[in-house]
């Protein structure tokens, strides 16, 4: 599966942080700020001590310490930021920005930077502990509200492409290629987005797959997919996204995107079907990827602005799109007059509340890149129909943990819990599928999300005694958060976790039950019928392999882990055709408007257990995408 864990969330530590990372908005003040920075040191001016006073948060990567130093006016003259744990794209870029920011509007009410929430928010804290320190009213600087007067800009081109992520870099690329002149925008303060934090891409007939001796055929796949969508898939792009795959390869490798093919499947679930697996091309570096198709991108005369957002789309009299309107982080609004606007924006997943309600499930975490469903909502407005809409969930999380982030992405050795084929059961206490499927990271992600979102790993203390001396016979599932390295006593782990309030213990099953909010008599039955199938080797109810039979329940202390569906973005909104060209409810083109990546819908609705499909998709149908934008733009 893609997008890194847009298709197995994937198994570094980088993704794990940056994906942290991920939220909400930026808009740093450059102008002055509204009620005074004097008003607030005035307030305490009797108890302000002048000096240099530090503080320390927990960022993504570790601890972020800021140095503040006031005069004795209360006046904020510098701050410095120690975070060399961040993310350097994402933290490591938002830090320094802060500092100049809190001193430039000597305010505390300065607004996150998109993609680092995690670190702004440490940033914005440190800063506020260290000024207090020094005696300066910190409750009337954070009153103190920014002011943004930027200038107003105007520029033409003849194609604007909204977003950097994968499908707006290779729609960039590829108008650009056809000689068309391309302005990309990007609302964070880097390029590549989910883009960059993907695994990989899947492709059919690609020149390295047959350097392996491996066929997989377009029919086959493509056949594959419409089924597994039901035939709810738009048939000719699906068809045009496959057939596209293998030259896509060679066409990113021209620009600086280097692949390689692997050997080893971390989906377990997969390996008798190679189609599922062998066919993803993952990167080597997706950071020097992006780097170089820039590079190539501006030696095309490209030009690429960061820090804005777009707003609204131009049109004409008779609805033809013919621009866009954008807003700036100084505040300034950007005028872009266009022939043609591509909308690679990454459709909504940052907007946790709209994927749920989408999804109908109140449960979901989301570690999605902080898109919020500009592009689908600008598309909508100018007269695109919408399309089939649907969140990318991947595996499930453990909802928290001991001394760590309720994350799912830590260190903390509990994570093996959910990683394993232990006994699932709903909230009310009812046993719902084959524990194997986490070996999928679609399939497991799919069955959590039948039952509501929610469920509860269910394991007593002989089988934490057995983690701790870790003589599990069955490996650890690939799928979804890095596995954590090293031993520890998993009851202790365990215990320690009770006061999060997602993990549960009961000396009895009614008391387990009662705790955890289930109903004991379904629990109780339901572990009836497991430890029979545990005893027996025989699962007649889900099928599981009498290989993962292996932990009965049935000697207390029992204990009862929450862990939740984990959604990395949405899917679709806006309806096209096989030319990523936007249409109207009747099916007809909206002209000059184009649409990509997580913005487009037809590829698939429900994501399918073949690795690479999100990345793959985002990459073809951003050239494609790029291919057609530049031949309406040119006349061609």
Not at 256 to 280: C, E, F, T
């Amino acid at each position: 599966m893609s997008i890194k864990a847009l298709n197995r969330y994937a198994g570094s530590k980088k993704w794990s942080l940056i994906m942290l990372s991920l939220t909400l908005a930026f808009s740093a003040g450059y102008a002055g700020a509204d009620g005074g920075a004097g008003d607030a040191a005035q307030k305490s001016a009797a108890k302000i001590t002048a000096g240099s006073y530090s503080a320390v948060e927990q960022g993504i990567g570790g601890d972020v310490t800021v140095t503040a130093t006031v005069d004795d006016a209360g006046v904020i003259k510098d701050i410095k930021v120690d975070a060399p744990k961040e993310t350097p794209e994402l933290g490591g870029q938002a830090a320094p920005k802060l500092a100049k920011e809190i001193v430039r509007n000597q305010s505390l009410a300065i607004d996150g930077v998109t993609g680092a929430t995690v670190t702004s928010n440490a940033v914005l804290r440190a800063a506020q502990a260290a000024i207090a320190q020094s005696g300066v009213d910190v409750e009337a600087l954070k009153a103190v509200k920014v002011v943004k007067n930027g200038v107003n800009e105007e520029k033409t081109v003849d194609v604007v492409v909204v977003g950097a992520g994968a499908s707006g870099t290779a729609a960039a690329l590829a108008s650009a290629e056809a000689g068309a002149r391309v302005l990309v925008v990007e609302r964070s303060p880097s390029v590549g987005g989910a883009g960059k934090l993907a695994s990989g891409l899947f492709a059919v007939r690609s020149p390295m797959l047959k350097a392996k001796k491996l066929e997989f055929k377009t029919d086959d796949l493509f056949n594959r997919l419409m089924e597994y969508d039901h035939y709810l898939s738009n048939g000719p792009l699906t068809r045009r996204i496959i057939e596209e795959s293998p030259s896509t390869i060679d066409w990113l490798t021209k620009y600086g995107v280097k692949l390689y093919l692997s050997d080893h499947n971390v989906q377990q679930a997969q390996n008798d079907d190679p189609i599922k697996w062998r066919m993803y091309h993952r990167y080597k570096d997706s950071g020097e990827a992006f780097k170089n198709m820039y590079d190539n991108f501006q030696k095309m005369h490209g030009e690429l602005m960061t820090g804005v957002t777009g707003q609204s789309l131009l049109k004409g009299a008779d609805g033809t799109v013919n621009g866009l309107v954008a807003l700036k982080e100084d505040g300034g609004t950007l005028t872009i007059h266009a022939k043609s606007v591509v909308l690679a924006t990454g459709g909504y997943g940052g907007d946790v509340n709209r994927v749920k309600q989408q999804m109908n499930v109140p449960n979901m975490s989301s570690l999605a890149w902080p898109n919020r469903g500009e592009g689908v909502k600008m598309a909508w407005d100018a007269g695109a129909a919408k399309g089939q809409q649907s969140a990318l969930i991947h595996a499930a999380e453990l909802l928290a943990l001991s001394g760590t982030k309720a994350d799912g992405f830590n260190s903390n050795l509990l994570i093996r819990l959910i990683k394993t084929p232990l006994m699932w059961v709903d909230m009310a206490g009812t046993r719902f599928a084959n524990e194997e499927l986490v070996y999928d990271t679609a399939y497991w992600a799919n069955a959590a999300y039948a039952v509501g979102g929610d469920y509860y790993i269910i394991v007593d203390e002989n089988t934490l005694n057995a983690f701790t001396k870790g003589k599990q016979p069955f490996e650890l599932s690939g799928a979804g958060a890095p596995n954590p390295e090293g031993t520890g006593d998993f009851v202790k782990l365990a215990n320690d976790s009770l006061a999060s309030g997602q993990v549960f213990k009961g000396a009895t099953l009614g008391e387990l039950a009662k705790n955890a909010g289930m109903d004991a008599a379904v629990l109780e039955a339901s572990i009836t019928a497991y430890n029979q199938a545990i005893g027996t080797k025989k699962d007649g109810r889900f099928g599981k392999s009498a290989a993962n039979l292996v932990y009965a329940v049935n000697q207390g202390p029992f204990f009862a882990f929450k862990a939740r569906v984990v959604n990395l973005s949405s899917i679709g909104g806006i309806r096209v055709n096989e030319n990523l060209e936007a249409l109207n409810i009747d099916s007809h083109p909206v002209r000059g408007l184009y649409a990509t990546g997580n913005n487009a819908s037809g590829f698939y609705n429900s994501y399918p257990p073949y690795q690479g499909l999100a990345l793959g998709f985002a990459y073809n149908s951003g050239r494609i995408a790029g291919e057609s934008a530049a031949r309406y733009a040119l006349g061609k």
